[in-house]
């Protein structure tokens, strides 16, 4: 009998942790495992899934700012869950990001099937902003996890912050496969040479950080296009406007071609204020990007080695930035150093290597 998993993430309508859902959905359902993917939200799949996985919606929101209405999705999802996953009758469900940690560990918890939680991003965002009564019904859910998932290793310590946290011990780090894109096109993407970032448009990301050192190049001869979506669009928007930078920094939306931006980027830059591990920093590396990345909590000083295969550069520090930058688009002997030691990240995040890890920690 094939092996069954769940996977369990809030949708997959875009970002880091969708993306390493999806290909290892993918990656098991190859390996003739029977798959299922349950988002708590119906929204736009925006990553390819095989035919052999089966994706289930659970509930379309639509006025979550209203408290009954609150209420109700939050009993609907978990009633939604727990019918769902009693008829499934997972070998295992993996759950990804915060919520979809609580509600599916609690239902599996309910039913007594063993579930793995993933955390993707820094405690600070989520669990530190909860209160104790909540914090402490966390720590029972994760307590009885086969293992908490963390994708650097520096978050182990932004978790123990959490005083009730310092009693687990079945933490785990595994780093986030690269995804395997398509052969890009050919055909140029932007009609001038361009620095490239990719992220959602949020307040974490930075990208007012980027677009004020982009501003102080000593040469704009360069264009700079963020792709992707949020809720900071209008705000950078009015920035790049009362910057004079129209026409030169380009918020492009989401891509579904991210690749063919990878491979013609004279420089990427991670901007972000925090992360867990940086999925489009691994993917632009992994495409020969030459890189600069701010060394945020989590994930970029596991990835960068500063000076041999990117920059890393302090936190909100944008001279820094704008100067590591500048240093990357005008010698072009270290943008060949750069390019060729980023693409090592090939092996050491293959699919092969991190499913590996995955399918350890599944099956045991």
Known sequence: MATKLCFVINSLEGGGAERVISNLANHFSSKDCSVTIICLNKA???????????????????????????????????????????????????????????WAGLCCMILGLPYLVSERTTPDATLNQYNKLLQWFIFHIYRKSKAIVLPAFGMFNGFKRIKQFEKLHNFKTIYNPIHQFVKPNPGSVNNKPFI???????????????IDAYSRLQSLDVDLLISGEGPERSALEVQIANLNLIGKVKLIGFKSNPQDYYAQASVFVLSSRNEGYPNALVEAMGMGCACVAVNCEFGPSEIINDG?????????????????????????????????????????????????NWEELILS
Not at 49 to 73: A, F, M, P, T
Not at 196 to 209: A, I, Q, Y
């Open 196 to 210: 490239l970032s990719v992220g959602r448009l949020s307040h974490e990301k930075g990208f007012d950080l980027l």
């Open 44 to 102: 736009q799949v925006k990553y390819h899934i095989n035919e052999q996985v089966k994706i289930v919606s659970l509930l379309e929101r639509e006025d979550s700012h209203n408290s009954l209405n609150r209420i109700r999705y939050g009993f609907l999802t978990f009633y939604r869950l727990l019918v769902l996953l009693k008829k499934e009758k997972p070998n295992c469900t993996i759950c990804f990001m915060t919520s979809a940690n609580i």
């Open 308 to 356: 041999v295969n990117g920059f890393l550069v302090e936190q909100l520090d944008v001279s820094a930035l704008s100067m590591a930058i500048d240093k990357l688009l005008n010698n072009r002997d270290l943008k060949k150093q750069f390019s060729d030691k980023a693409r090592l990240i090939n092996e050491t995040n293959s699919i092969e290597r991190i499913s590996a």
